[in-house]
């Protein structure tokens, strides 16, 4: 299994987080299924854009995302995200990185439902920064 790393500096979301957590990575992605030519079949994680979690066919190319190997059970990451797919995207939880604003239930915002998926307690402590950091110290390196 591997998860995805946006570094993407396109939005002014983007640069913010990005800024704030002093990290290249303000998305992430878990991958679930994919392809040897570069190009992933299916992604899970929950989106702003999107309204919350889902589950998507998406490209992931080079230039705007970094890739690592994660341990993981996929069939549970899979479960989870079945269970919770369609709930919505937790605008405010997302602000409690920078505001002392507790989240909301059955609200995700990416890192925090990647992380939950992967069987991390307390998942909404994870920013995509903290996440990445977390991965690299299981020793995994980019594929």
């Known amino acids: 299994m591997k998860i995805a790393f946006y570094k993407g500096r396109t939005r002014l979301f983007d640069r913010l987080v990005q800024w704030w957590t002093r990290s290249p990575y303000s998305h992430c992605e878990i991958v679930l299924d994919s392809q040897d030519h570069g190009s992933y079949n299916l992604c899970a994680t ?60 059955n609200r995700w915002f990416c890192s925090e439902a990647c992380a939950a998926a992967l069987g991390y307690s307390e998942s909404w402590r994870f920013s995509p920064a903290i996440l990445h950091s977390v991965i690299n110290r299981q020793g995994q390196e980019p594929s």
């Open 46 to 105: 929950s989106s702003f854009r999107d309204g919350g979690v889902r589950m998507k066919v998406m490209d992931l190319p080079s230039s705007k995302w970094d890739i690592f190997e994660v341990e993981g059970d996929e069939g549970a990451v899979v479960d989870w995200f079945n269970l919770h797919l369609g709930e919505k995207y937790d605008v405010l939880g997302l602000l409690g990185f920078v505001l002392p604003i507790p989240g909301w239930r």
